[in-house]
Nanobody, 120 residues
Framework: QVQLVESGGGLVQPGGSLRLSCAASGSIFSIYGMGWYRQLPGKQRELVATITSGGRTNYADAVKGRFTISRDNAKNTVYLQMNSLKPEDTAVYYC??????????????WGQGTQVTVSS
């Protein structure tokens, strides 16, 4: 069984920074793409940023230049450094990973979500 555990959310003032982490654990053979998504109240979940196993990144227009996604393949962990945070960044942030388990079953896994609130 594979699970993703997020950490690092919280309350921050506008203009502040937060760093989210997401660690994958369990019976993992390999991890392909990883990413972060967010869901605002009453809205659909939306892409924030993704990163391939080789380090190629992709960002939503709303966060380009402010957020940075990175990963540590040795630790099966993906990070999201969020700078210059705005109130409209307030959302539940979810980690996602495309994982090949040791059973050779491949699937798309989600974390439980972590709340990020940007408010003065």
């Amino acid at each position: 069984q594979v699970q993703l555990v997020e950490s690092g959310g919280g309350l921050v003032q506008p203009g502040g920074s937060l760093r989210l982490s997401c660690a994958a654990s369990g019976s993992i053979f390999s991890i392909y793409g990883m990413g972060w998504y967010r869901q605002l109240p009453g809205k659909q979940r939306e892409l924030v940023a993704t990163i391939t196993s080789g380090g190629r990144t992709n960002y939503a227009d709303a966060v380009k230049g402010r957020f940075t996604i990175s990963r540590d393949n040795a630790k099966n962990t993906v990070y999201l450094q969020m700078n210059s945070l705005k109130p409209e960044d307030t959302a539940v942030y979810y980690c996602n990973a495309d994982i090949l388990a040791k059973t050779l079953l491949r699937g798309n896994c989600w974390g439980q979500g972590t709340q990020v609130t940007v408010s003065s």
